[in-house]
Every structure is written in structure tokens, then in C-alpha cells.
């Protein structure tokens, strides 16, 4: 996932047109018989498409009757930790944006293979998502878990988590809602701590409930540890999360 930069101005005939602004790189890779399966006979129900105005929850969701708390995620890969998650909250609505087509379809497997219904898939760039689908304080989370940390230090400026994305998501999380990011490259999480910290409507909990883990969290229990996880910690990497609250 990456966020390259915004035009500066709008194109002339005499320079190229430049990329608009985007969270993430679409990558390549193929989609098995049953992803692809998923997406034909489930991706009708729970894939929404990108729209330019603000999203209807209730239809999207089936449940007209009281709202449902509602997190956002961006960028689930393979849905495995997506899918753990809404199992283990059954009453909270998830609305997911990936643009990885066998993730997308791997996620919709999941989702049949354990009868979850509470998972709504929009196949395009959150960014986008945010601004034209979300109306102000209307998540009760946002969860974004290992974005590409882009290693080298002439790419950070592609990394997702900056300041103006943030202040966009702060925006639009309910105060007391929250906002959960985790990475296992320990220059990313400094980076992740110092923008958080820097967003006036976000306060870091962990700083007055857990001072010896300095700003970082406790793993929150409704994350798994995913294989890829679980190999990096049996290798010595470490995991860091970093949760803050809307005030």
C-alpha cells in the first residue's frame, strides 16, 4: 500500500498527467479456482462498489433495525486476520477496503467457508473511499495492520500512514472510537507514533495505562497472530502496535 504524492496543479499540455493520490500498489498475483469461485457467487452480496456520495450502512449491511458499531480496515492482504475478527464480533460491522483481487476473492472464501455476514468488501482506493463514502464520525474503529513500510528511505514518502490521511480518518471516527495500526519494522512504528501523536483529535492511551511499553500498546486481544507473524516472532522481529483514542 503506498500514498504517492498530489499534483501540485492540474496538468498543462506541455507536462504529463501525474497520478492522482492512492493507498496502496496494485500488485499482481493469481486467483485460484476458489477465490475466483467466491468472487462469482458471493462477491454479488457482500462486494460494494465505489460511489461519490456518502455510503448507506443500514442497506449495505441488511440491518435497518439499530446501527452496528462499524470499523474500517484498510488493506486486509488475505483477509486471515479479517475474518478471525468478525468472528470474534459478530455484532460489529466491518467495511474493508483491499484492491488485490486474490485477496479480495481469498477474504469472500473465508467469509463462506465460516458463514460471516458482517463483512462488506469495497475493491477500491480507501483513500477515495474516505473522502466520497464516509461521512464525519461515523466509524467506531479504523484497523490497519502491516502496510507496506516501504524500507527504503527515498520511498517513506509512500507510505500510508502520514499526516493528512490521518486527520481525513480522525475526522471521521466517533470520539471514543479508535484507530489500531500494527507493523513488525520497528522505523515504520517510531514513524506511525510520531503522526498519531501529532493528530490533535487522537490521544495515545497506552501512555497513561501501560508508560513502561513507551506509547506502544498491548497486542488488543481481537487481533490474531498470523503465520506470517508467528514466523517473524519465532525469528527474533518484533511486533508493534500502536492504538489511540478520538477525543
Same mark, same amino acid.
Given at each position: 500500500?503506498?500514498?504517492?504524492?498530489?499534483?501540485?496543479?492540474?496538468?498543462?499540455?506541455?507536462? !504529463?498527467?501525474?497520478?492522482?493520490?492512492?493507498?496502496?500498489v496494485k500488485r499482481t498475483g493469481r486467483t485460484t479456482a476458489g477465490q475466483t469461485k467466491a468472487l462469482n457467487e458471493l462477491g454479488p452480496r457482500f462486494l460494494v462498489p465505489y460511489q461519490s456520495s456518502p455510503l448507506d450502512f443500514a442497506a449495505a449491511f441488511q440491518q435497518p433495525q439499530s446501527p452496528q458499531p462499524l470499523v474500517l480496515e484498510i488493506g486486509f492482504g488475505m483477509g486471515e486476520a479479517t475474518a478471525h475478527i468478525a468472528?470474534?464480533?459478530?455484532?460489529?460491522?466491518?467495511?474493508?477496503?483491499?484492491?488485490h483481487d486474490p485477496g479480495v476473492g481469498a477474504l469472500l472464501k473465508r467469509m463462506g467457508e465460516q458463514d460471516l455476514k458482517n463483512i462488506r468488501i469495497c475493491a477500491h482506493d480507501a483513500v477515495e473511499v474516505i473522502d466520497h463514502m464516509l461521512p464525519l464520525q461515523c466509524l467506531d474503529g479504523v484497523h490497519i495492520f502491516f502496510p507496506d513500510p516501504w524500507h527504503k528511505a527515498r520511498h517513506n514518502k509512500r507510505r500510508l500512514i502520514q499526516s493528512p490521511l490521518i486527520a481525513k480518518l480522525a475526522a471521521r471516527i466517533k470520539v471514543g472510537g479508535?484507530?489500531?495500526?500494527?507493523?513488525?519494522?520497528?522505523?515504520?512504528?517510531e514513524q506511525i507514533l510520531q503522526v498519531l501523536s501529532a493528530e490533535p483529535l487522537l490521544k495515545n492511551t497506552a501512555l497513561a495505562t501501560h508508560p513502561e511499553l513507551l506509547g506502544y500498546a498491548p497486542k488488543p486481544h481481537y487481533? !490474531?497472530?498470523t503465520k506470517f507473524e508467528n514466523r517473524g516472532l519465532k525469528l527474533g522481529h518484533g511486533v508493534?502496535?500502536?492504538v489511540f483514542e478520538r477525543v
Open positions: 500500500m503506498t500514498q504517492d504524492a498530489a499534483p501540485d496543479s492540474a496538468p498543462t499540455h506541455a507536462t !504529463p498527467e501525474r497520478r492522482a493520490i492512492r493507498s496502496f468472528a470474534l464480533l459478530p455484532d460489529t460491522h466491518f467495511l474493508c477496503c483491499e484492491v479508535y484507530i489500531h495500526c500494527a507493523t513488525d519494522w520497528q522505523e515504520y512504528a487481533r !490474531p497472530l508493534w502496535d500502536i
